[in-house]
């Protein structure tokens, strides 16, 4: 339970010292004011046109306007996030280089036995602002027998071992979600992995699965057209592209899971720096056009200023966490 030692005092701390003071030679022109002097860096961990990209890049998009000049977006792929979030870590703390930093990353992989991981996220990084929540939702393919929650988790009843969910991989949040579903359901369900949610959709739509929860923005089209069917929404919010249907909640009480994406800053980045960043964010994604953008990807803004989102940090890592120790969950 390291992890978020740390993170658990940033919302009293955060507005002092940014964890820990600034290196004065990497910072000098920041402490002139002198911010930004060249173009800032949004470091992304995941591939160009997945749904944690889109909204690097719709940031980049909002933030222009109050930087005077729109950061330039990179791609570092590979070890969940981890790559990405090391490449931040040995950044110059001069507000230059943030990473788009996902829930999993963060709440997740520090604390999986057996993860491999560059760098500890408590103490390297420091949380800016939450963007966005992401809607998740649980799916089965439009020819499944499956109609409900309530049928899909008695035929799992019946068939104990037998039906399966999809993940994006081991660790990540859509392995979790299935995994908290089954132990507070009472029952037994395969997992089987991917190399990433979009091909665990494609073997959901195929039947080879029986099931995903993932994010509404990696099901959205194949629900609109007919490949997926919708069962219920998993985060206990919903979205107002599909207003009628229920939460697992409804049939599992006290399930939810969280998915998110925010951003975050190289240790010692000073606190007025992270407020900076937090303001443009906030300023330039609070309005109708990013919302309705946003919600096309079955996302919400969710703009959490640094103590609110080192909070949600926090929690999430508790609450994974114990879904971890209970399942025994652990990278191989």
Same mark, same amino acid.
């Given at each position: 339970?390291?992890?978020?030692?740390?993170?658990?005092?940033?919302?009293? @701390?955060? $507005?002092?010292? +940014?964890?820990?003071?600034?290196? &004065?030679?990497? %910072? /000098?022109? !920041?402490?002139? =004011?002198?911010?930004?002097?060249?173009?800032?860096?949004?470091?992304?961990?995941?591939?160009?046109?997945?749904?944690?990209?889109?909204?690097?890049?719709?940031?980049?998009?909002?933030?222009?306007?109050?930087?005077?000049?729109r950061p330039v977006v990179e791609n570092r792929t590979g070890a969940n996030g981890a790559i990405a979030a090391e490449a931040v870590a040995r950044a110059a703390p001069d507000g230059h280089t943030v990473l788009q930093c996902a829930t999993g990353l963060l709440t997740i992989t520090p604390q999986l036995p057996g993860a491999q991981m560059p760098l500890d996220p408590a103490q390297e990084l420091v949380?800016?602002?939450?963007?966005?929540?992401?809607?998740?939702?649980?799916?089965?393919?439009?020819?499944?027998?499956?109609?409900? @929650?309530? $049928?899909?988790? +008695?035929?799992?009843?019946?068939? &104990?071992?037998? %039906? /399966?969910? !999809?993940?994006? =991989?081991?660790?990540?949040?859509?392995?979790?979600?299935?995994?908290?579903?089954?132990?507070?359901?009472?029952?037994?369900?395969?997992?089987?992995?991917?190399?990433?949610?979009?091909?665990?959709?494609?073997?959901?739509?195929?039947?080879?699965?029986?099931?995903?929860?993932?994010?509404?923005?990696?099901?959205?089209?194949?629900?609109?057209?007919?490949?997926?069917?919708?069962?219920?929404?998993?985060?206990?919010?919903?979205?107002?592209?599909?207003?009628?249907?229920?939460?697992?909640?409804?049939?599992?009480?006290?399930?939810?899971?969280?998915?998110?994406?925010?951003?975050c800053g190289p240790r010692g980045m000073p606190a007025g720096l992270v407020a900076r960043w937090a303001a443009a964010v906030r300023q330039g994604m609070d309005t109708p056009e990013m919302r309705r953008?946003?919600?096309?990807?079955? %996302?919400?803004?969710?703009?959490?200023?640094?103590?609110?989102?080192?909070?949600?940090?926090?929690?999430?890592?508790?609450?994974?966490?114990?879904?971890?120790?209970?399942?025994?969950?652990?990278?191989?």
């Amino acid at each position: 339970m390291r992890m978020f030692t740390a993170l658990a005092g940033t919302a009293r @701390v955060l $507005g002092l010292a +940014a964890l820990l003071a600034p290196a &004065p030679l990497a %910072l /000098s022109r !920041a402490a002139e =004011g002198v911010f930004p002097d060249r173009p800032p860096r949004i470091i992304g961990g995941f591939a160009p046109g997945g749904t944690s990209d889109i909204v690097a890049r719709l940031v980049a998009e909002a933030v222009a306007p109050a930087f005077g000049q729109r950061p330039v977006v990179e791609n570092r792929t590979g070890a969940n996030g981890a790559i990405a979030a090391e490449a931040v870590a040995r950044a110059a703390p001069d507000g230059h280089t943030v990473l788009q930093c996902a829930t999993g990353l963060l709440t997740i992989t520090p604390q999986l036995p057996g993860a491999q991981m560059p760098l500890d996220p408590a103490q390297e990084l420091v949380p800016i602002v939450n963007v966005a929540h992401s809607t998740q939702v649980m799916v089965v393919a439009a020819q499944s027998p499956y109609q409900d @929650v309530a $049928g899909f988790l +008695a035929a799992a009843r019946r068939q &104990p071992g037998r %039906l /399966s969910y !999809a993940s994006a =991989g081991i660790g990540s949040v859509s392995h979790l979600s299935g995994a908290r579903l089954a132990q507070q359901a009472g029952l037994g369900l395969v997992h089987v992995p991917y190399r990433g949610a979009a091909l665990g959709v494609v073997d959901v739509v195929a039947g080879r699965a029986d099931t995903i929860i993932t994010n509404l923005g990696d099901v959205v089209a194949q629900i609109q057209g007919g490949g997926l069917r919708l069962l219920a929404f998993a985060d206990g919010i919903g979205s107002p592209l599909f207003p009628e249907a229920p939460q697992i909640s409804a049939t599992v009480p006290g399930y939810a899971v969280s998915g998110w994406f925010g951003l975050c800053g190289p240790r010692g980045m000073p606190a007025g720096l992270v407020a900076r960043w937090a303001a443009a964010v906030r300023q330039g994604m609070d309005t109708p056009e990013m919302r309705r953008r946003l919600q096309e990807l079955g %996302l919400t803004p969710r703009l959490e200023e640094p103590a609110r989102f080192a909070e949600t940090i926090a929690q999430d890592h508790r609450d994974w966490g114990a879904v971890i120790r209970a399942g025994g969950i652990r990278v191989e």
